[in-house]
């Protein structure tokens, strides 16, 4: 028998026997969450179902964090269902001003080997710490909360496979924008993608689940990091070192596909409108002017990222063209961000820092477009419409590149200002 | 029998049920007036009950709001067609009873009247007096399918055994 990919080991666990990628299997489930978008229709097909309860209440949560606060009447009793359902169960409410489901679980929930589903479509954030976490949508976590388990093909593997020192003015998020704009949108449909190599090996949780968040934008089911001592380090600073086991794929375990990334050759990379894997050097840009600049959201809203452009902005005042809108992944980034600085460098700089949630990369609020307006933002997508205008044009790019494009109000290499 | 809509590749949920309108996730049948309206404007207000939303890769890509399958489904359409769907809004489809059909769209133009037919797996275009294969569907979400989506599926059974 050959060895065992990390998601072949982390699925078998969960259905108590060998499997093999292919194989359709009931898992139980370690976690189920839903968020303020998906959350009511949930709550509605529990009570279709018949099935008013969670099958673990504590390893259930409401997030709500699209809409956080409420900007309309509508969304307030979308949030008051929720809170009263959940007080009804026992379910776990996460209300506003708490930040993002995903970097929440991170921080207090998900564990290395966990099977989590949430129905939201970057719950891959949690192969960070190399749970196994996906998007579903809400029916199919409804299933997974009250019966605490759910059905899934086990799946194939693409190793990712990074190595040398990224560059100046280079990141993770170029590490994945590198990826998708290669495979395309839809190149790892189906798939687990799983991150090794030297770089990954030097790379932070946080960087880490910039990669992992965006797994999805090329189709993939999960995107895992086997956890390793920077996952216990992570734990260790949540007070959740228990929480950490050692768990990465065989040897002699089968991949469908080995993707080699060399990091030294990465530059600054955008994705261009309507589509994420519209992916270009920046130098190939040409001068895109920008009236918004949204940093942080799911991706790349955690405090090194913050860091990152808060390093660039102390000191300077952003362009007057541009408003520059920071958005913390969680409480806990954002009082980290209070206590050491950054927030007040980055408002001294002119940028206006919001609740932590999903902000405006939602389309919601917090930073809508208007017609015809072009934003450069860290946030995972940039469909037409994504940020609540489909005349509008979204570009995405690492938070050097963000931080940049505010000093000077169009798109910007960053390694010209650091 | 119904027509089919075309759409091009990469339809994704925001397209489909856009975030501006994210207050009306819990008033689906207001939402579903904005059906595709990212796509196509005509397409919610003209589609009749029984057509095909007919479309190239991975149809349904980006979030994971079962809304834009819902509302396709409540605007009448009778399945859609793709070349490749994305793997949540597939997995959404047949959760709520919506067939998801993967075949070679290229075969079919605006305006072709379709026929479906699960059983067999095939596409019938009555326009151009033509038949298209599908593969069927794996076993456990044919299951879903034929007992007519996930909560009925799970009302029955109690559990989700396969």
New interface residues.
């Given amino acids: 028998m050959t060895g065992k990919t990390l998601s072949e080991k982390i699925i078998g666990e969960h259905c108590g026997r060998e499997v093999k990628a292919g194989e359709?299997v009931?898992v139980n489930v370690d976690l189920s969450y839903v968020q303020d978008?998906?959350g009511?229709?949930t709550v509605r097909?529990l009570r279709?179902?018949?099935?008013e309860k969670a099958y673990n209440p504590a390893k259930t949560i409401f997030f709500l964090d699209?809409?956080s606060p409420s900007p309309?009447m509508?969304?307030s009793?979308?949030h008051e269902?929720l809170r009263d359902f959940a007080r009804k169960t026992g379910i776990i409410l996460s209300d506003v001003g708490n930040g993002i489901s995903h970097h929440n679980s991170l921080e207090k929930y998900a564990r290395p080997g966990d099977i989590i589903v949430?129905?939201?479509?970057h719950?891959c954030t949690n192969g960070a710490l190399g749970a196994f976490g996906t998007?579903?949508?809400?029916?199919?976590v409804a299933?997974a909360i009250s019966?605490g388990?759910?059905?899934m093909?086990v799946p194939e593997t693409f190793l990712v496979e990074v190595n040398g020192k990224l560059p100046k003015g280079v990141y993770s998020k170029d590490i994945i924008l590198h990826l998708i704009g290669t495979i395309s949108?839809?190149g790892a449909?189906?798939k687990a993608l799983e991150f090794t190599g030297d770089t990954i090996d030097d790379m932070s949780t946080a960087a880490r689940s910039t990669i992992a968040n965006m797994s999805v934008e090329a189709?993939a089911?999960a995107g895992l990091f086997p956890p390793d001592e920077e996952t216990r380090k992570f734990l260790k600073t949540m007070g959740r070192e228990e929480a950490f086991r050692e768990l990465k794929s065989d040897e002699d375990a089968e991949f469908e596909k080995r993707i080699e990334i060399n990091a030294d050759e990465l530059e600054p990379l955008i994705a261009c409108p309507h589509?994420v894997d519209n992916v270009k050097k920046i130098s190939e840009i040409g001068k895109v002017k920008v009236d918004e600049v949204l940093i942080g959201t799911s991706c790349n809203g955690r405090l090194e990222d913050l860091h990152i452009a808060a390093s660039i902005l102390k000191g300077h005042t952003i362009n007057p063209n541009v408003r520059v809108i920071v958005t913390p992944a969680s409480r806990l980034v954002y009082m980290e961000a209070l206590r050491d600085g950054t927030t007040e460098t980055l408002m001294e700089a002119g940028a206006l820092v919001t609740a932590s949630g999903c902000g405006a990369c939602?389309?919601?609020h917090l930073g809508?477009l208007g017609d015809g307006e072009v934003c450069l933002a860290t946030q995972p997508?940039n469909?037409?419409?994504?940020?609540?205008?489909?005349t509008s044009f979204i570009y995405l790019g690492n938070p050097a590149v963000a931080a940049a494009t505010a000093l000077t109000g169009e798109i910007s290499d960053p390694r010209e200002v650091m | 029998m119904g027509k089919a809509w075309k759409f091009g590749d990469?339809i994704?949920t925001?397209?489909i049920a856009?975030?501006?309108y994210?207050?009306?996730?819990?008033?689906l049948p207001e939402l579903a007036k904005h059906v595709l309206e990212?796509a196509r404007a005509d397409f919610a207000a003209q589609v009749r009950n029984g057509d095909f939303v007919v479309a190239g890769?991975?149809f349904g890509?980006?979030?994971?709001?079962?809304?834009a399958p819902t509302i396709i489904k409540m605007a009448g359409t009778k399945a859609v067609l793709a070349k490749?769907f994305?793997?949540?809004f597939y997995?959404?489809c047949i959760?709520?009873g919506l067939p998801a059909i993967t075949c070679n769209t290229d075969e079919i133009d605006e305006g072709d009247e379709l026929e479906l037919d699960m059983e067999k797996g095939v596409v019938k275009n009555k326009s151009k007096g033509t038949e298209l294969e599908f593969p069927p569907l794996?076993?456990?979400m044919n299951r879903i399918l034929q007992e007519g989506?996930?909560?009925a599926y799970?009302?029955t059974h109690k559990?989700?055994?396969?």
């Fill in positions: 359709v009931i978008g998906t009511p229709l097909r279709e179902m018949g099935l699209h809409a309309r509508e969304l009793n979308d269902l949430g129905a939201d479509s719950t998007g579903m949508g809400s029916t199919d299933a019966l388990k759910t059905w093909k949108n839809n449909t189906y189709g089911k589509l939602d389309g919601v809508v997508r469909f037409k419409g994504r940020m609540g205008n489909p | 990469s994704s925001d397209l856009p975030g501006r994210f207050h009306l996730r819990s008033n990212g890769e991975n890509l980006g979030s994971s709001r079962e809304h490749s994305a793997r949540i997995r959404n959760n709520i794996p076993p456990v989506g996930l909560v799970i009302k559990s989700l055994e396969i």
